[in-house]
T-cell receptor, first 108, second 112 residues
Framework: RKEVEQDPGPFNVPEGATVAFNCTYS??????FFWYRQDCRKEPKLLMS???SGNEDGRFTAQLNRASQYISLLIRDSKLSDSATYLC?????????FGAGTRLTVKP | DGGITQSPKYLFRKEGQNVTLSCEQN?????MYWYRQDPGQGLRLIYY???????QKGDIAEGYSVSREKKESFPLTVTSAQKNPTAFYLC???????????FGPGTRLTVL
């Protein structure tokens, strides 16, 4: 079983929709989590850090459920520019473990 | 401007050749990392360094080598021993080992 698993998608949503991604992790000792955004053929860029129960930044909300060992990313009022791959990352000990990413396409 | 730079952006190599990928940061970060990304897979850690003159193997170090002679620089050499080197290589840095990582723009290596 992979340490960090994501639904690869793709998620195709209309502009203005609300979309949520889940990410599950296998190591219950994982301390903190991050969401990165990666555009096609570009580097990942940090979107949000999730250290406790959750975090909110504008249209983006990340939540952590330690009991069920998953984190989620909610995007409200989707924009065309939100189209990208979203990477879930878990800190396990000293190591960052990356999910393979969930691809989102927002359509007009 | 503070950031991480990688060069070259694209690199083509013939089989049997060693190549070195450059990574420089001016963020004053102690930790630096090299990852490999293949289509449909998560990033996999090749090597990391927490301090100058020290580095450790990651999950897929075979066929790669690194050095950390300066805090700002962490070059990666892809040797001829790496059997499947065609991939997207990403360098990252963080203020310390367990902190958020920031990535350079990457080098796309193709073996001909």
């Amino acid at each position: 079983r992979k340490e960090v698993e994501q639904d690869p998608g793709p998620f195709n949503v209309p502009e203005g929709a609300t979309v949520a991604f889940n990410c599950t992790y296998s190591n219950s000792a994982s301390q903190s989590f991050f969401w990165y955004r990666q555009d096609c053929r570009k580097e990942p860029k940090l979107l949000m850090s999730v250290y406790s129960s959750g975090n909110e930044d504008g249209r983006f909300t990340a939540q952590l459920n330690r009991a069920s060992q998953y984190i989620s990313l909610l995007i409200r009022d989707s924009k065309l520019s939100d189209s990208a791959t979203y990477l879930c990352v878990g800190l396990q000990g000293n190591d960052m473990r990356f999910g393979a990413g969930t691809r989102l396409t927002v359509k007009p | 401007d503070g950031g991480i730079t990688q060069s070259p952006k694209y690199l083509f190599r013939k089989e049997g050749q060693n190549v070195t990928l450059s990574c420089e940061q001016n963020l004053n970060h102690d930790a630096m990392y090299w990852y490999r990304q293949d289509p449909g897979q998560g990033l996999r850690l090749i090597y990391y360094s927490q301090i100058v003159n020290d580095f450790q193997k990651g999950d897929i170090a075979e066929g790669y080598s690194v050095s950390r002679e300066k805090k700002e620089s962490f070059p990666l050499t892809v040797t001829s021993a790496q059997k499947n080197p065609t991939a997207f290589y990403l360098c990252a840095s963080s203020i310390r080992r367990q902190a958020e990582q920031f990535f350079g723009p990457g080098t796309r290596l193709t073996v001909l």
